[in-house]
């Protein structure tokens, strides 16, 4: 079975540019997330869809970041314009509707900005 | 608001001894999840625990909860070097994380 896949792994910008990555979550699996984790800290939850539609944005700072998920399968987070606090990894998760809703991990695309 | 410490969060171990690591966290919840990091790469899953007085185990690795203390341990038995990484408990259903504890195994 395949895992989550991300794109790109690495980026570097310049602070008040846009940045997107995406993110295919494990087939079948419904829920899919966007966590930022900063460097030396735990993921933070930023927002979380069950299929197309948003379930929790409330820690996704909505002047400047924003993500979809059209078809209910691949998505996409986007940053515009980016902060230099904005520099940790963005880690995509997916899940099933299952008992206890464990989460598969991506391998993270790390955000430099300069 | 669920908040979740770990403690320590850096832990230098030697080789063949046997330490823990502890999660509380602050409301009530139905779950907990121990996580691996390497550096460099993502989170690993770890365990899962769904009940009080839980307790599962993967090699040198044993997890327990006890939901009515709020806190779980991760027990490591005769440490080996391959464990050196950075161990995130999360709790709840949206998964908070806690700051890690980075474990390192010296010979």
């Known amino acids: 079975e395949a895992g989550v896949a991300q794109s790109p792994r690495y980026k570097i910008i310049e602070k008040r540019q846009s940045v997107a990555f995406w993110c295919n979550p494990i087939?079948?699996?419904?829920?899919l997330y966007w966590y930022q984790q900063i460097l030396g800290q735990g993921p933070k939850l930023l927002i979380q869809?069950?299929?197309?539609?948003?379930?929790?944005d409330s820690q996704l700072p909505k002047d400047r970041f924003s993500a979809e998920r059209l078809k209910g399968v691949d998505s996409t987070l986007k940053i515009q314009p980016a902060k230099l606090e904005d520099s940790a990894v963005y880690l995509c998760?997916?899940?099933?509707?299952?008992?206890?809703?464990?989460?598969?991990f991506g391998p993270g695309t790390r955000l430099t900005v300069l | 608001e669920l908040k979740v410490e770990q403690n320590p969060l850096f832990l230098s171990m030697q080789e063949e001894k046997n330490y823990t690591i502890y999660c509380n966290y602050s409301?009530?919840?139905?779950?907990l999840y121990w996580y691996r990091q390497d550096p460099g790469k993502s989170l690993e899953s770890l365990f899962v625990?769904?009940?009080?007085?839980a307790v599962k185990q993967e090699g040198r690795l044993m997890a327990s909860l006890d939901t009515k203390a709020r806190l779980s341990t991760l027990h490591i038995t005769a440490a080996v070097h391959d464990l050196s990484a950075t161990y995130f408990c999360?709790?709840?259903?949206?998964?908070?994380f806690g700051k890690g504890t980075k474990l390192t195994v010296n010979p």
């Open positions: 087939s079948g699996h419904a829920t």
């Open positions: 625990l769904l009940s009080n007085g």
């Open positions: 999360a709790v709840g259903q949206k998964l908070v």
């Open positions: 998760a997916s899940a099933t509707r299952g008992s206890y809703n464990e989460q598969f």
């Open positions: 869809f069950q299929n197309n539609g948003v379930v929790d």
């Open positions: 409301t009530t919840s139905d779950r």
